[in-house]
C-alpha cells in the first residue's frame, strides 16, 4: 500500500477537547477512526478515547496482515465499543452514561468501507470533487431529507446538535455500513467531526482537498474552519488520507511494502496528552491516573 495519511485535532473555543482521533496500519490494511465525545466534563472525552483506541487495538489484533471481511470488523468493533462505554458508566456509577459518535473506515486490497455513528463524517474525493459522504444520524439531516431546510441551513438549524444515533448508554446503536468503493491514485479521504464541517460547503473542502498535499490541506481546512467558528467555535478534528503515489509537489507517499507481516502501526494520542493540554481546567494527575487505568481496564474487556 502507499498512501499520504495525516491526522490532527484542535480544541476551538471549548474549555475542553472531547473529540478523539486515531489512525493505524498493518502491511496490507489501513484503519481510520474520528469520535466526537458528548455528556459534558470528563465523561465526553472518556467515550470517545474508548472508542478510537478499542477499536485500534482491536484492528491491531485482527490485521494479520489483513481483515477478514472489513465490513464486518467495523461493525463489531463500533458495537464492542458501545459495550465498553455503557458497562465503564455502569462500573464506575456514574450518574449519566456517556456517549461519542464515530466515524471509522478500513482500506484494503484498493478498496475502502466505512461505518458510522452520529454526525461525524466521512467524504471521499476524487480530482476535488465529491464521490460519497456519510448520512448524518441527526434531527436536521432528517428534516433536510424530508425538504423542509436546504442544505446550508442543517449547518445553523438551532436543532443541529440533536443526534439521535451514538455510542453508549442504554440503547444499542444503529451501525450504519457503507457499500466498499474501489480507490483510485489520488483519492482522497477525509473523516472530521462537526466543528470542521460544519463551518465549510463541500465545494471548499474539495478545493483544498485536490490543492495541497493531505498535511497542508488538512491544516488549511482546520484554519479556515477555526476563524469562521470564532471564540465559541466547537472542537475540530479530522484524519486525511491521499490513496497511491503522490500527485502533489510536496507530497510524499508512505509504503508499507517493507513492513514485516506481523507489524500493526498505531497513531493514537493518549487521554493524559490531551487532558494535560487543557491546563485551565485544573485537573489533578490522581484524576487522570485513575481515568486511563479505567480506561484500560474497559478497552481490556472488550477488545478481544
Known amino acids: 500500500m502507499k498512501f499520504s495519511i495525516y491526522q490532527t485535532s484542535r480544541q476551538g473555543g471549548r474549555r475542553y477537547n472531547q473529540d478523539r482521533v486515531a489512525y493505524a496500519y498493518s502491511r496490507e490494511s489501513l484503519l481510520m477512526v474520528v469520535a466526537d465525545g458528548m455528556g ?20 491491531r489484533n485482527q490485521a494479520d496482515p489483513l481483515l477478514k471481511d472489513a465490513q464486518a470488523f467495523l461493525k463489531a468493533a463500533m458495537h464492542q465499543a458501545h459495550e465498553a462505554i455503557y458497562h465503564y458508566a455502569k462500573e464506575n456509577k456514574l450518574p449519566d452514561y456517556p456517549r461519542t459518535t464515530c466515524v471509522a473506515c478500513v482500506v484494503q486490497k484498493n478498496t475502502a468501507c466505512w461505518a458510522h455513528v452520529g454526525d461525524s463524517r466521512l467524504y471521499l474525493f476524487r480530482r476535488g470533487q465529491l464521490v460519497g459522504r456519510t448520512r448524518d444520524h441527526s434531527r436536521v439531516q432528517q428534516l433536510f431529507d424530508s425538504g423542509r431546510i436546504s442544505e446550508a441551513q442543517m449547518n445553523t438549524h438551532p436543532e443541529r446538535n440533536k443526534i439521535y444515533n451514538c455510542l453508549g448508554g442504554e440503547i444499542a446503536p444503529e451501525v450504519e455500513l457503507t457499500s466498499c468503493v474501489a480507490m483510485k491514485d489520488g483519492d482522497t479521504l477525509l473523516l472530521c467531526t462537526d466543528g470542521l464541517w460544519s463551518m465549510l460547503s463541500v465545494n471548499e473542502l474539495g478545493s483544498i482537498l485536490d490543492a495541497y498535499p493531505i498535511n497542508r490541506a488538512v491544516d488549511e481546512l482546520m484554519d479556515h474552519a477555526e476563524l469562521r467558528a470564532g471564540e465559541g467555535g466547537d472542537n475540530l478534528s479530522a484524519v486525511g488520507v491521499t490513496w497511491g503515489d503522490p500527485h502533489k509537489a510536496g507530497e510524499q507517499a508512505f509504503s508499507t511494502a517493507a513492513m514485516p507481516l506481523d507489524q500493526v502501526t498505531t497513531r493514537l494520542g493518549s487521554f493524559q496528552e490531551s487532558r494535560k493540554a487543557d491546563e485551565a481546567l485544573q485537573i489533578s494527575d490522581e484524576d487522570i491516573e485513575r481515568a486511563i487505568q479505567e480506561i484500560q481496564a474497559a478497552i481490556k474487556k472488550y477488545s478481544k
Open 40 to 59: 459534558g466534563h470528563f465523561h465526553g472525552e472518556v467515550a470517545a478515547q474508548i472508542a478510537v483506541q478499542l477499536i485500534s487495538e482491536m484492528f
